[in-house]
């Protein structure tokens, strides 16, 4: 079993920066990719960024695409959403998710194995 632990949320200003963090942990953790959701209060739950964990190809959301870098450490085992110039939209409960097995574009909730609780971010205007 894969457990995943969301941190780095906050509330913040538009224009600030915030880093979120998310732990993953388990017997045999080796994730084919991992990503990043967020759900707003009344929205469904929206994509925002993946990586492979090999290869660290990533993928973006149009709207974050140039504010937002995912990146990892495969070492730690530690998923991070580094999110720039923010905005009043950006706020939203984010989720990490963990995928096992190999698919071409992760990019959808379906194709994820494993979900943390997920972190809440506040950007006030």
């Known amino acids: 079993q894969v457990q995943l632990v969301e941190s780095g949320g906050g509330l913040v200003h538009t224009g600030d920066s915030l880093r979120l963090s998310c732990a993953a942990s388990g017997r045999t953790f080796s994730p084919y990719a991992m990503g990043w959701f967020r759900q707003a209060p009344g929205k469904e739950r929206e994509f925002v960024a993946a990586?492979?964990?090999?290869?660290?190809?990533?993928y973006y959301r149009g709207t974050v695409k140039g504010r937002f870098t995912i990146s990892r450490d495969n070492v730690k085992n530690t998923l991070y959403l580094q999110m720039n110039s923010l905005k009043p939209e950006d706020t939203a409960a984010y989720y990490c998710a963990a995928r096992s097995g190999p698919i071409l574009v992760p990019t959808t909730q379906d194709d994820y194995d494993y979900w943390g609780q997920g972190t809440q971010v506040t950007v006030s205007s």
């Open positions: 990586i492979r964990w090999i290869g660290l190809t990533t």
